[in-house]
């Protein structure tokens, strides 16, 4: 089955810095990959996706890149806020028989300092 | 205006007692799913379900057993509950199981066994 390594599991940011978070996945089949944030007492929330087909997204100071050779993909977030900070989760998925499962990495818990 | 809703939110129990928790979705969608995230924040798939038919069962003991009346409901039974149920339960939908949509996670029941 898919595996999805992210790293690091903690990250802690000045204000106005830059954060990058990285993942790998293990299934070359895999072919959407989705970003997740989770706010302390919320369930998950989608930030960003992108599909195989693209190698970058970008979506105002977040934006996500994805290698499919290396099968890897990054979340990258300039300016951070204090309001950034949450766990972020990415995540591999692939159509299966007319299903698809999201396979989750262990997540990243993101901390901003003012 | 809730899109995925869960109840309860928090839920203490004795070992050994059976509980359920339940899951709507106003969204009109077609696929519901549970998901378990333990202590360390690991999000993990218990089951899918696609227009009321069970599509994913990932190993879970069958103490578990989800119920789903019609396709915007997707409640989960739990049997004799052991301390290792202890968790976060997160119901998510999505429009298409096979479509690598968004998936859209309810606010999560908090679950502690004593």
């Known amino acids: 089955g898919e595996n999805v390594e992210q790293h690091p599991s903690t990250l802690s940011v000045q204000e106005g810095d830059s954060a990058v978070i990285k993942c790998t996945y293990s299934d070359s089949a895999s072919n959407y990959f989705p970003w997740y944030k989770q706010e302390l007492g919320k369930g998950p929330q989608l930030i960003i996706d992108?599909?195989?087909?693209?190698g970058e997204k970008k979506d105002q100071r977040i934006a996500v890149t994805l290698n499919k050779t290396a099968k890897h993909f990054s979340l990258h977030i300039t300016e951070t806020q204090p309001e950034d900070s949450a766990v972020y989760f990415c995540?591999?998925?692939?159509?299966?028989?007319?299903?698809?499962?999201?396979?989750f990495g262990k997540g990243t818990m993101l901390l901003v300092s003012p | 205006d809730t899109a995925v809703s869960q109840t309860p939110k928090y839920l203490v129990t004795q070992m050994g007692n059976d509980k359920s928790i339940k899951c709507e979705q106003n969204l009109g969608h077609d696929t519901m799913y549970w998901y378990k995230q333990d202590s360390k924040k690991f999000l993990k798939i218990m089951f899918s379900y696609n227009n009321k038919e069970l599509i994913i069962n990932e190993t879970v003991p069958n103490r578990f057993s989800p119920k789903s009346p019609d396709k915007a409901h997707l409640n989960l039974h739990i049997n004799s509950l052991e301390l290792g149920d202890s968790a976060v339960y997160f119901c998510?939908?999505?429009?298409?199981?096979?479509?690598?949509?968004?998936?859209?996670f309810g606010p999560g029941t908090r679950l502690l066994v004593l």
């Open positions: 992108i599909r195989s087909n693209v």
């Open positions: 998510a939908s999505t429009s298409n199981a096979g479509g690598l949509e968004t998936q859209y």
């Open positions: 995540a591999a998925s692939k159509e299966d028989s007319g299903y698809s499962t999201l396979t």
